[in-house]
């Protein structure tokens, strides 16, 4: 399985971002993709999960509101639509991916696949 993330970079404070996981090298139907981000000194963070036959959808209580995880089955893409963007969102952002669904979705240790990171940073 392999994960390229892309769709990072710099937006003022309210500003939005869309964010995409290409996902390549497995039938996903039944995988479970997630974003998380790592802010610099900080533990790497769950931000929303999803389970690929859409019957799944989870998100951090720091995103909820702001935050849409979606995918194209024909692309096989993930994205994150991040609307009204604060400084504090700024991180590194990775996609991860799993073979199933799991309840404890928010751990990073539960994903096998990861992709590369990308920037995102808020400014004030």
């Known amino acids: 399985v392999q994960l390229q993330a892309s769709g990072g970079g710099l937006v003022q404070t309210g500003g939005s971002l869309r964010l995409s996981c290409a996902a390549s090298g497995a039938t996903f139907s039944n995988y479970a993709l997630a974003w998380f981000r790592q802010a610099p000194g900080k533990e790497r963070e769950v931000v929303a999960a999803l389970r690929w036959n859409g019957a799944r959808y989870a998100y951090a209580d720091t995103v909820k509101g702001r935050f849409t995880i979606s995918r194209d089955n024909a692309k096989k893409t993930v994205y994150l639509q991040m609307n009204s963007l604060n400084p504090e969102d700024t991180s590194v952002y990775y996609c991860?991916?799993?073979?199933?669904?799991?309840?404890?979705?928010?751990?990073?240790?539960?994903?096998?696949?990861w992709g590369q990171g990308t920037q995102v940073t808020v400014s004030s």
């Open positions: 991860a991916a799993r073979s199933s669904w799991t309840t404890n979705w928010g751990a990073a240790s539960e994903y096998d696949y």
